[in-house]
């Protein structure tokens, strides 16, 4: 079977990915002066909250990009917020934690200008244990815990549009209905058997070539989501939070601030050899 050649391609839209990717870091871009710090009234008995979900999820922001632990997380959002000259109270470490715990993240996206065409990838992400080379290494403790994270990209311009938390034994079949769902799509339906389609798709590409094969059935699309993927894990190896509703926040807070990123710009290119 033929090795693919390697593409080479080329940046047509260089200065204006140039300042989006000046923008990413800018502090700027999580602060919005006319965003409600102040936790509205719910009209319900009992003590009310004082901070809104927009204050409670930009400090969240600033731990995940930073890799700051909560208390750290605290003080840093203080000083910059005095270096911004707003006047505003920050939430201490267990307000942080607590309300992480219910926080309904917002999660930006644009949408797409037709039809959505989802991508859809997952991996597993750390929750506790050692590193491997320690573990391999110095022995350490065998207990290793993981999550599953699952993602579903929109195809055009390349935001997550769904995201999922599963424990490590969960596959990546059962929950493509749950994220089909999310936006309101139809679960696909296989009208033949797994081993005849891998059957079909071996002849196909031998007899094609890869590289014909792969952009001839489409295939070359899952990098984009494989990509995105990547930058997941660029935003940190493993999951700090430890009970599991905080770590399903924790990677929402992730995911916002990625489509964040994706919505600055991103580079349009084309194959020139």
């Given at each position: 079977?033929?090795?693919?050649?390697?593409?080479?391609?080329?940046?047509?839209?260089?200065?204006?990915?140039?300042?989006?990717?000046?923008?990413?870091?800018?502090?700027?871009i999580w602060f919005d002066p006319d965003m409600?710090?102040?936790?509205?009234?719910?009209?319900?008995?009992?003590?009310?909250?004082?901070?809104?979900?927009?204050?409670?999820?930009?400090?969240?922001?600033?731990?995940?990009?930073?890799?700051?632990?909560?208390?750290?997380?605290?003080?840093f959002m203080e000083s910059l917020l005095r270096?911004?000259?707003?006047?505003?109270?920050?939430?201490?470490?267990?307000?942080?934690?607590?309300?992480?715990?219910?926080?309904?993240?917002?999660?930006?996206?644009?949408?797409?200008?037709?039809?959505?065409?989802?991508?859809?990838?997952?991996?597993?992400?750390?929750?506790?244990?050692?590193?491997?080379?320690?573990?391999?290494?110095?022995?350490?403790?065998?207990?290793?815990?993981?999550?599953?994270?699952?993602?579903?990209?929109?195809?055009?311009?390349?935001?997550?549009?769904?995201?999922?938390?599963?424990?490590?034994?969960?596959?990546?079949?059962?929950?493509?209905?749950?994220?089909?769902?999310?936006?309101?799509?139809?679960?696909?339906?296989?009208?033949?058997?797994?081993?005849?389609?891998?059957?079909?798709?071996?002849?196909?590409?031998?007899?094609?070539?890869?590289?014909?094969?792969?952009?001839?059935?489409?295939?070359?699309?899952?990098?984009?989501?494989?990509?995105?993927?990547?930058?997941?894990?660029?935003?940190?190896?493993?999951?700090?939070?430890?009970?599991?509703?905080?770590?399903?926040?924790?990677?929402?807070?992730?995911?916002?601030?990625?489509?964040?990123?994706?919505?600055?710009?991103?580079?349009?290119?084309?194959?020139?050899?």
């Amino acid at each position: 079977m033929s090795r693919p050649n390697t593409l080479t391609y080329k940046t047509l839209n260089w200065p204006a990915y140039n300042k989006a990717l000046k923008r990413r870091g800018s502090l700027a871009i999580w602060f919005d002066p006319d965003m409600v710090w102040a936790a509205k009234p719910t009209g319900k008995r009992g003590r009310q909250p004082v901070y809104s979900d927009a204050a409670v999820q930009t400090c969240l922001t600033m731990k995940v990009l930073f890799g700051l632990a909560l208390r750290q997380t605290t003080g840093f959002m203080e000083s910059l917020l005095r270096l911004i000259g707003l006047d505003w109270d920050v939430p201490d470490f267990s307000t942080l934690s607590r309300r992480q715990k219910t926080l309904a993240v917002n999660i930006p996206h644009r949408g797409s200008q037709g039809p959505l065409h989802l991508l859809i990838d997952s991996t597993g992400i750390k929750v506790e244990g050692e590193g491997e080379w320690n573990a391999r290494k110095h022995g350490g403790p065998k207990r290793r815990v993981w999550r599953k994270i699952h993602i579903g990209i929109d195809e055009e311009t390349l935001e997550v549009r769904a995201v999922e938390v599963t424990s490590s034994d969960i596959g990546d079949a059962p929950m493509l209905p749950e994220l089909l769902a999310r936006k309101n799509a139809k679960p696909w339906k296989a009208i033949t058997a797994g081993a005849v389609a891998r059957n079909e798709v071996l002849r196909a590409s031998k007899y094609l070539g890869r590289a014909l094969w792969r952009r001839w059935s489409g295939y070359h699309r899952r990098s984009r989501v494989e990509t995105k993927m990547h930058c997941v894990k660029l935003l940190g190896q493993r999951l700090k939070a430890r009970d599991f509703d905080r770590q399903v926040a924790e990677f929402q807070v992730r995911v916002a601030v990625l489509n964040g990123f994706t919505a600055l710009g991103i580079p349009v290119t084309k194959v020139v050899g």
